[in-house]
């Protein structure tokens, strides 16, 4: 049974550009939310995604967007790109559908790099 | 405020025991968790307990909290030097988001031999 999967694990991006991060959530989860991770720090919620929809959002500029496929695997895009961004990523995946049972997996995160 | 606070240090000498500790805000909070974080590794979920719970064991893991005093603590018996990383707390901040967590900025653990 696969955990939690994003892709890719390294990128560098130079500032302005745009950037695609991928995530396949637990086998038999529904919801996907996407976190930022700068050194040193906790996690910070970006944002959530059940039935393709964004559910719940942080405190992150427009900037910062995402899908949910029909399939429950998730994008997150970020354009323009700022030093700022320079982050690991991570991808969250949960039940929403069956209840909250509390159970919530990461990915192992794709670290980004802007230069 | 959303706020959840760690120690951001602890160490430990190896067969000892390590208690980490975490205060958060959101007294209705569902679900509070317990991650780890090895070097250059995404999160790894310990273990989480219910609001309505004050205590949970899971093998070498015990979590202790005291809803008064809005007070979380991670209990790892026999310390290993395996168990060295980054432990991280975090609140369900909406009371059953099931995905928006509010994280403490970890509490870095270090086993001696």
């Known amino acids: 049974d696969a955990g939690v999967t994003q892709s890719p694990t390294h990128l560098i991006k130079t500032r302005g550009q745009q950037v695609t991060l991928r995530c396949s959530p637990k086998s038999g989860h529904d919801t996907v939310s996407w976190y930022q991770q700068a050194l040193g720090q906790g996690p910070q919620f970006i944002f959530q995604y059940y039935e393709e929809e964004e559910r719940q959002r942080g405190n992150f500029p427009d900037r910062f967007s995402g899908h949910q496929f029909p399939n429950y695997s998730s994008e997150l895009n970020v354009n323009a790109l700022l030093l700022g961004d320079s982050a690991l990523y991570l991808c969250?995946?949960?039940?929403?559908?069956?209840?909250?049972?509390?159970?919530?997996?990461f990915g192992e995160g794709s670290r980004l790099t802007v230069l | 405020g959303e706020d959840v606070e760690q120690s951001l240090f602890l160490s430990v000498r190896e067969g000892d025991s390590s208690v980490i500790n975490c205060t958060y805000t959101?007294?209705?909070?569902?679900?509070l968790y317990w991650y780890k974080q090895e070097p250059g590794a995404g999160l790894q979920l310990l273990t989480y307990?219910?609001?309505?719970?004050d205590m949970k064991q899971d093998q070498r893991l015990t979590v202790l909290l005291n809803k008064k005093d809005k007070h979380l603590s991670l209990r790892i018996a026999d310390t290993q030097t395996g168990d060295s990383a980054i432990y991280f707390c975090a609140e369900d901040w909406y009371g059953g988001s099931q995905g928006n967590l509010i994280f403490g900025k970890g509490t870095k653990l270090s086993v001696k031999p």
């Open positions: 307990i219910f609001s309505n719970m």
């Open positions: 959101d007294s209705s909070s569902t679900y």
């Open positions: 969250a995946s949960s039940f929403l559908s069956g209840g909250n049972t509390g159970e919530l997996f």
